[in-house]
Each structure stands twice: as structure tokens, then as C-alpha cells.
């Protein structure tokens, strides 16, 4: 079946430690996307990539960072610069240009401790 | 700028009676908007979507919208409620041209009770 994978769907950290998120689609989809979501808001974008080895920052990327060095993957790296890291963060994919498209992995439960 | 609105956090009915889930869209386009439905701790599903063909659409699981030029809007409906549906609802919109990002609604919470 093709589908987006999250790993893993809950994760653990200390204060001050940096963390990577994996997200992992089979759906040949070129666009990745990483999301935040808090309690009460809607999901906000941290970093979209478009086509391999290139991607830019969505309205909050202050304190993460992400690659893309192959077309199925696109890993976000929570740093110890993100001043509020717990959160549930959701990867999604979808066609080049064709944001209509866009599917959503179940997610990642970041709680920093 | 794209934004949403949706006018309840919250909305209670009870299972077998009409569904309404409203969202006002703001946009200097045409928009996309979309509707999403997720539940505890899993990821986003679309529910359907409407990118400027029939004002009607249906969707996934008996859910429909219509999108109102004249009000800006895009209410969800759906005719009777099953306990499955409890879940959050996202009203989302999007442009057409450049980049098409994706602007989400801060979510209504559907409670159905038996």
C-alpha cells in the first residue's frame, strides 16, 4: 500500500537535546511538507521541499532544520534553539505543484521533558 | 493574504441528527478549500475539496459543502451523525498561483452522543 510512515509515533527528550523526526513516502510524490500542531490551533507550516535537494522555510522554522537527499524522505530536526518543541508534528506529500494532492502521516508526538 | 475561519470550537449533536460545521474563507483569489477530518493522535484525511468547478461537493462519508461566493464561505454538512464521525474538523483554504500553501482554520471539535 502506499502511504506516508512517521517514526516514531511517540518520542521522549531532555531539554537541550536535539531530536530528528523521520517521514518516509512511497507514493513518488516530489513535494514533502513538515507541520506543527498545538492544542486550539490549526497546523502551521515549518519546511516544504519541492523537488530533491532543495527546500525553504514555512512560517515557523525558527529552531529546526531539514534535508532532503532522496525523493522518498524528508527527516526534520528539532534543535535545542526551538524554544516550545512539544508538539504533535505531521509530514505530508503530495504532486509538484498540485497542493490538492497532499497526503498526511499519522504524525509524531514530541514531549520534551 | 489566504486565512479561515471556523465559527464554533465546538459542536455537540446527537447520533442520527443533521451535522453543521462552519468556516469562512478570506482570499484576494479564487481559492482551494478543503476540509480535513482527524482523529485523536492520527494524521489528516482529506474529506473533499473544492477547487472551482460544481459550488457543491461531496465528499467521503456522506459529507458535503458548499462554497458560497457571495457569503465566504464553506460549511460542512452531513444529513445524520454516526459515532464514528467524532473527531476535528479542519477548514482549510489555499491560493492558485505560486506557491500553493496550505492555511489551516483552528478546528472544530465534533462530539456525538448516542
Known amino acids: 500500500d502506499g502511504g506516508i510512515t512517521q517514526s516514531p509515533k511517540y518520542l521522549f527528550r531532555k531539554e537541550g537535546q536535539n531530536v530528528t523526526l523521520s517521514c518516509e513516502q512511497n507514493?513518488?510524490?516530489?513535494?514533502m511538507y513538515w507541520y506543527r500542531q498545538d492544542p486550539g490551533q490549526g497546523l502551521r507550516l515549518i519546511y516544504y521541499?519541492?523537488?530533491?535537494?532543495?527546500?525553504q522555510k514555512g512560517d515557523i522554522a525558527e529552531g529546526y532544520s531539514v534535508s532532503r537527499e532522496k525523493k522518498e524522505s524528508f527527516p526534520l530536526t528539532v534543535t535545542s534553539a526551538q524554544k516550545n518543541p512539544t508538539a504533535f508534528y505531521l509530514c505530508?506529500?503530495?504532486?509538484?505543484?498540485?497542493?490538492?494532492?497532499?497526503?498526511f502521516g499519522p504524525g509524531t508526538r514530541l514531549t520534551v521533558l | 493574504a489566504q486565512s479561515v475561519t471556523q465559527l464554533d470550537s465546538h459542536v455537540s449533536v446527537s447520533e442520527g441528527t443533521p451535522v453543521l460545521l462552519r468556516c469562512n474563507y478570506s482570499?484576494?483569489?479564487?481559492?482551494?478549500l478543503f476540509w480535513y477530518v482527524q482523529h485523536p493522535n492520527k494524521g489528516l484525511q482529506l474529506l473533499l475539496k473544492?477547487?472551482?468547478?460544481?459550488?457543491l461537493v461531496k465528499g467521503i462519508n456522506g459529507f458535503e459543502a458548499e462554497f458560497k461566493k457571495s457569503e465566504t464561505s464553506f460549511h460542512l454538512t452531513k444529513p445524520s451523525a454516526h459515532m464514528s464521525d467524532a473527531a476535528e474538523y479542519f477548514c482549510?483554504?489555499?491560493?492558485?498561483?505560486?506557491?500553493?500553501?496550505?492555511?489551516f482554520g483552528t478546528g472544530t471539535r465534533l462530539l456525538v452522543s448516542p
Open positions: 505530508a506529500s503530495s504532486r509538484r505543484y498540485r497542493i490538492d494532492t497532499q497526503y
Open positions: 482570499s484576494s483569489y479564487s481559492p482551494s
Open positions: 482549510v483554504v489555499s491560493g492558485v498561483t505560486g506557491f500553493q500553501k496550505l492555511v
Open positions: 521541499s519541492q523537488i530533491v535537494n532543495d527546500f
Open positions: 507514493l513518488n510524490h516530489d513535494a
Open positions: 473544492y477547487t472551482s468547478a460544481a459550488t
